[in-house]
């Protein structure tokens, strides 16, 4: 082999080395590339995800703030109404009136698919009386006795039944639940409940006091003795941590 041929083979070499080479730090760099684009991306989107949970908080907390300074205002002017109540009760002759709440814990279901009933963390439960359930300021359901047991009936829960008005007209009726919504049963034929007419609290059935928001009518019909109200609860129970209990009137 001449020297022309050797030199030429040689540099025939080295090109293809080169090559190799050059595609070698190509690749090398495309995996370096990757790399740190995919760091960047994820702390990128840890960032957004921590800003997001940032400002959802602070809008949670704003939200509460509003609400929690809405219910202040409206729990001085409730005090301010019974003060001027109960002094013309007194000035009648007529027995003071109290509402007296108390905060009861749930613990548990008591069965598995039934969110309806709850055990209850009820310390001075009276097994034989029925008390009125509140969540959040409206109607929640009943709490009766089950083996010795506080045990909370949900509003949607066909047991619990109370005793409700509805309308500007106090139109009377009876509430059952009946699933996710609530029927108020026995309304009159002569009286005239319609949609959008809100439910409360009648008092009657010395459960709940009067005036204890419910819902609202979302459809009515006619049987054949009485009228029936699909009612749409305000309450949205998802089983809270807390509930407020009424207490009858004999344990103030």
């Known amino acids: 082999m001449n020297n022309k041929l050797r030199l030429f083979l040689i540099i025939i070499l080295l090109a293809v080395i080169s090559i190799n080479y050059a595609n070698g730090l190509r690749g090398l760099a495309g995996d370096i590339s990757s790399f740190v684009i ?4 994820s702390a990128k989107e840890g960032f957004n995800n921590a800003i997001d949970e940032h400002f959802n908080q602070q809008d949670e907390i704003r939200r509460l703030r509003e609400k929690n300074a809405e219910l202040s205002e409206l ?7 019974a003060i001027k109540f109960n ?12 509402v007296k709440t108390k905060i009861v814990r749930a613990l548990s279901y008591v069965n598995l698919g039934d969110y309806n009933k ?37 509003q949607q829960d066909p047991k619990s039944t109370f005793s409700v ?25 002569w009286s005239e409940p319609k949609e959008n007419d809100e439910v ?11 005036g204890l928001k419910v819902g609202k009518i979302v459809i ?20 809270p941590g807390f509930f407020h209990v009424i207490l009858s009137n004999n344990e103030f």
């Open 38 to 41: 995919n760091i960047y991306m």
């Open 75 to 81: 729990a001085q002017i409730s005090t301010a109404y």
């Open 220 to 239: 009515v019909y006619k049987n054949e003795s009485y009228f029936t109200a699909i009612v749409e609860p305000y309450a949205a129970v998802e089983v």
């Open 165 to 189: 008005y509805i309308g500007v007209n106090k139109i009377k009726g009876i509430a059952f639940g009946s699933g996710d919504k609530i029927e108020v049963r026995y309304i009159p034929l």
């Open 118 to 154: 709850v055990w209850l963390d009820f310390e001075g439960f009276n097994e034989n009386k029925i008390y009125g359930l509140m969540y959040q300021g409206y109607s929640a359901g009943i709490v009766t006795a089950q083996n010795g047991r506080a045990l909370a009936l949900l």
């Open 87 to 98: 002094s013309m009760l007194q000035e009648a002759n007529l027995s003071e009136y109290k």
């Open 200 to 210: 409360v609290t009648s008092g009657l059935d010395n459960i709940f006091f009067e």
